[in-house]
């Protein structure tokens, strides 16, 4: 298996619909959906969390531990933010990425990370979130623009195949 970088070769899609979210989008609902790639500068917070349970057991001095609930933290894609003058493919979609990921948008975040193309097949991660905020950085020093849009998860980050 040869090793690869992510910078270059995957995609983020914001996804309006996906018909069955735990086996994975199509190729046409993929098609469908918003390429941010060309606006996409980070992306944090797309990891579970799990909690343990306590268990006290009359035996031990100790609490035994169980596996309990999974939660799923807020996730945060952050965009390079374009003035909006430009009329480039790469302008117009980083324009189009601010523009879709607003307080109360809902939809699919879909991470195709092996390939730039989605085909049949493919491997990607899924997960359903709704728009919790946009906030631009108030950076100063010597920086390109960024805004940073927080994902409330509505289902969990999960490993999907696309369909034909």
């Given amino acids: 298996m040869a090793l690869f970088m992510v910078q270059?070769?995957?995609?983020?899609?914001?996804l309006p619909a996906v018909a069955k979210p735990t086996t994975g989008p199509t190729v046409a609902e993929i098609t469908a959906g918003i390429d941010l790639s060309a606006a996409v500068t980070a992306l944090e917070g797309f990891a579970p969390q799990s909690s343990k349970i306590d268990v006290p057991l009359l035996?031990?001095?100790?609490?035994?531990?169980?596996?309990?609930?999974?939660?799923?933290?807020?996730?945060?894609?952050?965009l390079a933010e374009d003035?909006?003058?430009?009329?480039?493919?790469?302008e117009l979609a980083r324009q189009e990425a601010e523009e879709v990921l607003v307080e109360g948008a809902s939809g699919f975040v879909y991470h195709q990370r092996k390939t730039s193309v989605p085909a049949a097949g493919?491997?990607?991660?899924?997960m359903g979130a709704t728009v919790g905020s946009?906030?631009?950085s108030l950076a100063m020093g010597a920086s390109a623009a960024t805004v940073a849009a927080a994902l409330n998860p509505s289902t969990p980050f999960r490993k999907v195949k696309v369909a034909a």
């Fill in 83 to 90: 003035d909006g003058k430009g009329t480039s493919a790469d």
């Fill in 122 to 126: 493919s491997v990607g991660y899924l």
């Fill in 8 to 14: 270059g070769v995957s995609r983020l899609y914001w």
């Fill in 134 to 136: 946009q906030t631009p």
């Fill in 59 to 78: 035996k031990y001095k100790s609490n035994a531990q169980i596996e309990g609930p999974q939660t799923f933290q807020d996730a945060t894609v952050t």
